[in-house]
């Protein structure tokens, strides 16, 4: 625990000092500097329009969690609950997508996109969230293996057909598999630069972590305002883990489930 909260204190005082400060090796300054900079942060903020950065990220980050949940539950339920021919193969082909690196079909895929127009847009970032992503798949179906089939069998009894047992029987039980998953879409959303770097060229539709580039210039970098950045966008993030936390601690076994 103390190897992960010493570099957070690092960052949070670096962001609070000056340039001279800054470079200072003395060992009560680094730690207790005075006096406390806290114009970094105004001066982070008008550096770039960061809070148009930081709602680009936000929204675009929740959409890809809701669209990725749903979309990978939807095909967890398929694998995990209806007996067809070739199910296995099917689901081992999905999980062996995981080992296919994503810049092996980025090319292809810019492409596609750029032909039909999607290109500068947040589409491209959306559109492959419908699909379901291989590990969210993986983990929910894990899961849902673990509910036993009287479930089902009940509520088709009671006249339910297959996507109310899926809406109203199957997922609520899932909450702790789909809470995670959720927390994984958002985080690794939250701090993806590959994709928009790739896909956006337009300021307006930037995100956060393209915002933070710009701190980084050929000829002058003011590290303290940048660091201070860096705290404003870890901000959601903490709150999404203080949030989920609970949920991550029961979920952190889904995978052993059979």
Not at 101 to 111: A, D, K, N, R
Not at 123 to 130: D, G, N, R, S, V
Not at 206 to 231: Q, S
Request: some cysteine.
């Amino acid at each position: 625990m103390v190897l992960i909260i010493i570099p957070f204190i690092w960052l949070l005082v670096s962001s609070l000092k000056n340039m001279g400060q800054y470079y200072d090796t003395d060992f009560v300054k680094v730690w207790f500097p005075w006096p406390l900079h806290f114009e970094n942060y105004a001066k982070a903020l008008k550096f770039v329009p960061l809070f148009l950065y930081l709602w680009n990220s936000v929204w675009l980050a929740t959409a890809q969690m809701l669209l990725a949940v749903f979309s990978s539950a939807l095909v967890a339920y398929g694998l995990s609950r209806f007996e067809f021919r070739g199910r296995e193969t099917v689901f081992i082909l999905i999980i062996a997508s995981i080992m296919l690196p994503t810049q092996v079909t980025q090319i292809p895929l810019f492409m596609f996109y750029s032909k039909i127009g999607f290109v500068n847009s947040f589409k491209p970032l959306i559109i492959p969230h419908l699909f379901g992503a291989a590990y969210h798949i993986f983990l929910i179906r894990q899961f849902m293996m673990s509910l036993p089939r009287d479930l089902d069998e009940s509520a088709m009894i009671d006249g339910a057909n297959t996507f109310t047992i899926f809406s109203r029987i199957i997922l609520p039980q899932c909450k702790p598999a789909l809470m995670v998953t959720g927390l994984f879409a958002f985080l690794f959303s939250w701090k993806d630069i590959w994709n928009p770097l790739i896909y956006l060229s337009s300021n307006k539709f930037y995100t956060l972590p393209l915002g933070l580039l710009f701190f980084t210039g050929p000829t002058r970098v003011e590290y303290t305002v940048e660091l201070a950045a860096i705290v404003i966008a870890l901000i959601p993030t903490i709150i999404i883990y203080f949030i989920g936390q609970r949920y991550l601690e029961r979920g952190i076994n889904i995978a052993d489930l059979k």
